[in-house]
């Protein structure tokens, strides 16, 4: 009876093909790590990120992000960017071309990746709505600009909007917490030792993020803001 019930582990037979299988395996996991270990080696990852393991969260763009190095402006003197000029019109230009395309859509299959939900684009089934941050962020820097040069004519901004922005660059900023060492270096102009932020950084390529932005924007009009509510004026439009 109980010998009905004894089943072997293994039988001999079998033992030799699972050994074999072993050996297969064992190769096939060996040329799996080392790919691996080239993969994350030779791939455009900032040395600083390491093999930390970092949290993730999906952005639609993140197969967009590539690295280069940039060196700063100063912002003194003959070092002063169009961003940073007196107010004009090319000025004006300027800056909005850093944050026009903060209107973007995405497909339903990257909205099913999103860690936080997304309004859908009622005139364009399938797409929905969002917006990139560093462009939400670009535009709250444009925000304070033209508060501080509101001898030059721009709207006065209310006070809730100026505390969300500087908000949104604090957390930017401290999100981003930029490494890139400042140093101090001997002027002999002014006969003393100076900073200089004038150094190399690593940093994402912003137009290419843009371009890519570029070719997903949708013209907001005021019905895509009350789809669910329709003409609920409890629905907030929030744009900044
Ligand atoms: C986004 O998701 C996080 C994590 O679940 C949550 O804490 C946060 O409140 C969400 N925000 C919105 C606006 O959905
Ligand atoms: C308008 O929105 C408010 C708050 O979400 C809701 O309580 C109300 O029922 C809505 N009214 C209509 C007509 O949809
Ligand atoms: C909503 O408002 C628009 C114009 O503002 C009007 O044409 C439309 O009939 C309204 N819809 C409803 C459901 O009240």
Not at 27 to 42: D, E, G, H, P
Not at 174 to 191: R, T
């Amino acid at each position: 009876m109980a010998s009905s019930y004894y089943i072997p582990l293994e039988e001999p037979s079998r033992r030799g093909l699972h050994s074999r299988m072993l050996n297969v395996f064992l190769v096939l996991s060996a040329i799996l790590n080392l790919a691996l270990l080239c993969f994350f080696t030779l791939t455009n990852r900032p040395v600083f990120d390491g093999f930390q393991d970092v949290p993730y969260v999906y952005s639609p763009a993140e197969n967009v992000v590539r690295y280069k190095t940039i060196k700063f402006t100063r912002g003194f003197l003959d070092e002063i960017s169009i961003y940073e000029r007196d107010p004009s019109a090319a000025v004006d230009n300027a800056w909005r071309n850093l944050h026009s395309f903060e209107r973007t859509k995405m497909s339903t299959s990257e909205a099913m990746r999103m860690l936080n939900t997304t309004w859908p684009l009622e005139r364009e089934p399938g797409q929905y709505m969002f917006a990139l941050d560093v462009f939400h962020q670009l535009h709250c820097l444009d925000v304070l600009r033209k508060e501080v040069y509101r001898d030059y004519g721009y709207k006065h901004v209310p006070m809730n909007h100026i505390r969300h922005c500087v908000g949104a660059i604090r957390q930017a900023l401290m999100c981003a917490a930029d490494i890139s060492p400042i140093v101090w270096q001997w002027s002999e102009k002014g006969q003393i030792v100076e900073r200089r932020d004038d150094i190399l950084h690593v940093c994402r390529d912003f137009d290419q993020i843009r371009d890519w932005a570029s070719e997903r924007t949708w013209r907001a009009m005021e019905s895509d803001f009350h789809v669910h509510g329709k003409n609920n004026s409890t629905v907030a439009v929030e744009s900044g």
